[in-house]
Every structure is written in C-alpha cells, then in structure tokens.
C-alpha cells in the first residue's frame, strides 16, 4: 500500500532529509586514499547521532552498519571493514540512512578517491544524470515506467549496464514502504504518480553487464562481470503540477531539461 503524506508530514521528511545531506557532504569531503571504510561508517553514526537522528541501516535485515560502502565493482550493500583502505583511483558508493523524528530519509552517491580514469568519472557522471532524468520524470500524472524509461534510456545510450534486481522504492515513516521505484520500464506503464507521494529514485549503472551476485547474507552486491559500478539516490516528495522536491539536497532547483 502506497501512503500518501500531508504536508506537515512531508515538512518531517524534509527536515530527516537535511541532515542526511549535511551527513553525506562530510563523508564526501572524507574520502581519500588512506582511509579505511570503517572510517567513514564511524563518521557517518557519529554525525547522525549528533543530529539527534538514528542510524537506518544499523541491524537492518541484520546489517552490522551504518553506512554502506560499495567500493569499484560492489554495486551495493558493502559492509564497511578496517581492512578495507581506500586507494588512489577506487571509486565507492556511500549510501546512508537516518530517521529523524520518525521519518525516514535515504540518499548516496559515488565518489572519487584521490585521482580516478576518464571512465570512472564519465560513469559517475552519468549515474547521477540518470537519477535527474528519471527524478525530473517522477511526478503527478506520469507512471512509475516513466521514471524507469527515463533512467534505463540515458544509461544505455553509453553502452552502460541498468542493474535490475534491486530498486528505488518507496519512503516515510519506514526505509522501505511500497511501491518498487524500478530503473528500467516502458512509458505509461505502471502505477500512477500521484501528489503526496514520496519515493527514493536511486540509480545503480554498471560500465558492463547489469547482472549481479551478492553475498548470501545479501550483502556486497556485486557486478558479474567485475566491472564498476555507480550509485546515485535521493528521497523526494511529489507535488501536484512540477517536478519533484528533492528531500536529501535541500535548495536544489530543477534547471529546465531536454
Ligand atoms: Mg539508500
Ligand atoms: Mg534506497
């Protein structure tokens, strides 16, 4: 069942959605080479905690953290590890969650370590392209396919890979709520946006193949074929008549797209 929210309870959202941001802006200025994934998850749990928040991801399904950190082929759902420093030219994906006053926000993205090849920054440059074409798709009137169309169709004019066993999905009062929010799909198909609904569009692009293996415990979700892979997420609020609110990047504002 999809919930709809007023919005005085979008207005909660939001304010789970600003810390998130300020959340992840740290870690991002973080990242170096010479740090070690558990690092950044130490960070993450005592930045949100300092915000009165708590973290989503802690013991979720049995996740040992705060912060998943997916580092070069892990698409997802990397557990961060002492062992784990990162290196000159990796790429890692930061995906965080924290519920503050009962409402839930969830954001990542994939950053740079030190120096990183031409094809790593084009991948990441255009997993976050996808995330806006596929956002700028999620509103009032258009289905869920939209979204899905829009994202799958910039990612695979690069040759790049749509994975589809994992999704966006919709947000609020739990992490995890209905409806599946898929990267891929046909226009005009699939539920109907409608106002009041707040979702997590989140992109996961591959420079090879979309498949993916992950671990049993159904962590570090990586790409079949080892290649590397983005991730790029925001939660946001859908509005009657324009393009959404994004919850987790406080201030942005929609430039017109093509
Ligand atoms: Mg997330
Ligand atoms: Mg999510």
């Known amino acids: 069942m999809i919930f709809i929210k007023n919005s005085d309870q979008i207005a909660g959202m939001r304010k789970a959605g600003a810390l998130l941001y300020e959340v992840l802006q740290t870690l991002k200025e973080e990242v170096r080479p010479g740090i070690s994934t558990q690092d950044l998850n130490a960070r993450a749990e005592e930045l949100i905690r300092r915000g009165n928040a708590t973290p989503s991801f802690l013991n979720y399904n049995g996740f040992p953290a705060s912060l998943c950190t997916s580092v070069n082929d892990v698409v ?43 094809e790593a920054a084009d991948l990441i440059a255009t997993t976050e392209a996808c995330f806006f074409a596929g956002a700028f798709a999620a509103r009032a009137g258009n289905t869920l396919g939209d979204i899905g169309y829009a994202v799958q169709k910039l990612a695979e004019s690069k040759g790049y890979g749509v994975v589809r066993d994992l999704s966006g999905h919709g947000i609020g009062r739990d992490m995890h709520e209905d409806p599946y929010v898929y990267n891929f799909g046909i226009p005009g198909m699939g539920f109907r946006i409608r106002p009041g609904m707040t979702i997590a569009v989140e992109p996961m692009i591959t420079m090879g193949d979309w498949h993916v293996d992950e671990e049993e415990d159904g962590t570090f979700v990586r790409t079949a074929d080892g290649s590397l892979a983005a991730h790029y997420e925001h939660t946001l609020a859908i509005f009657d008549g324009k393009a959404p609110e994004l919850l987790t990047y406080p201030g942005y504002v929609w430039k017109e797209m093509a």
């Not at 557990?79 to 009962?102: A, R, T, Y």
């Open 76 to 118: 997802v759902h990397g557990v961060p590890d002492e062992q784990c420093v990162l290196k000159e030219g990796d790429i890692i994906s930061l995906d965080c969650g924290l519920l503050l006053d009962g409402w839930q926000a969830d954001s990542a993205l994939t950053v740079p370590v030190g120096k990183i090849s031409r």
